[in-house]
């Protein structure tokens, strides 16, 4: 079954440092990979995603992923962080149609 | 208009109440979900409908009760909750349902705790 592992609970940086978020997934077919950000008391928005072509997809808030087939991995990735992306990150993956099946999450707190 | 409007922001009920969540898009899209997502972790899928069709029940208990009214319109209604039944309840839509590379919108939330 295709799943989305979440290698860190949480991740704690300071502001204006680099950061990478990982998520390895398990699949033996096509993969379709999501990235979705939750902010405090908020529901979920897209970040990003790959469904095929290149394999860096980059959102529009400086964001970016790279979709690495040989070592199973959708890492996500931001040269330099702001206070204003503390949030939840949750990486997914879509095993049908019409379900998504979430990772466990990583908790990014940028400090300043 | 991307977005997808919950309500109640808040929910407090108890055990013997019923009560229903209310969401609602106007993306035209014609699939539509509901989330059950526990503190500090992550949604879990539990109805989907295609087409004002229910296509997915994740073994959900029957206390609760979905229902699609029209292709804009989603409801859950509650009954007899338990308290562990306290979550942030997420609904969210996608285009309609028959791709894996649909993108899903989510809408804030209702956060429901049950007494």
């Known amino acids: 079954a295709q799943s989305v592992t979440q290698l860190d609970s949480q991740v704690p940086v300071f502001e204006e440092a680099p950061v990478e978020l990982r998520c390895n997934y398990s699949?033996?077919?096509?993969?379709?990979l999501f990235w979705y950000v939750q902010y405090p008391n908020q529901g979920l928005q897209l970040l990003l995603k790959?469904?095929?072509?290149?394999?860096l997809v980059k959102s529009i808030n400086g964001f970016e992923a790279e979709f690495n087939k040989s070592q199973t991995s959708f890492h996500l990735r931001k040269p330099s962080v702001h206070i204003s992306d503390t949030a939840e990150y949750f990486c997914?993956?879509?095993?049908?149609?019409?379900?998504?099946?979430f990772g466990a999450g990583t908790r990014l707190t940028v400090k300043p | 208009d991307t977005e997808v409007t919950q309500t109640p922001k808040h929910l407090v009920m108890g055990m013997t109440n019923k009560k229903s969540l209310k969401c609602e898009q106007h993306?035209?899209?014609?699939?539509m979900y509901w989330y059950k997502q526990k503190a500090k972790k992550p949604p879990e899928l539990m109805f989907v409908?295609?087409?004002?069709?229910?296509?997915i029940n994740e073994s959900v208990p029957s206390r609760f009760s979905p229902e699609c009214p029209n292709s804009s319109l989603l409801n859950l209604h509650l009954h007899a909750l338990q308290p562990e039944d306290s979550a942030l309840y997420l609904c969210?839509?996608?285009?309609?349902?028959?791709?894996?590379?649909?993108?899903?919108?989510f809408g804030p939330g209702t956060r429901l705790l049950v007494l």
């Open positions: 997914a993956v879509s095993v049908r149609n019409n379900d998504m099946r």
């Open positions: 790959y469904l095929s072509g290149s394999t």
């Open positions: 699949s033996s077919v096509s993969v379709y």
């Open positions: 409908y295609s087409y004002e069709k229910l296509s």
């Open positions: 969210a839509s996608s285009q309609d349902g028959t791709s894996y590379q649909e993108t899903q919108y």
């Open positions: 993306m035209g899209h014609r699939a």
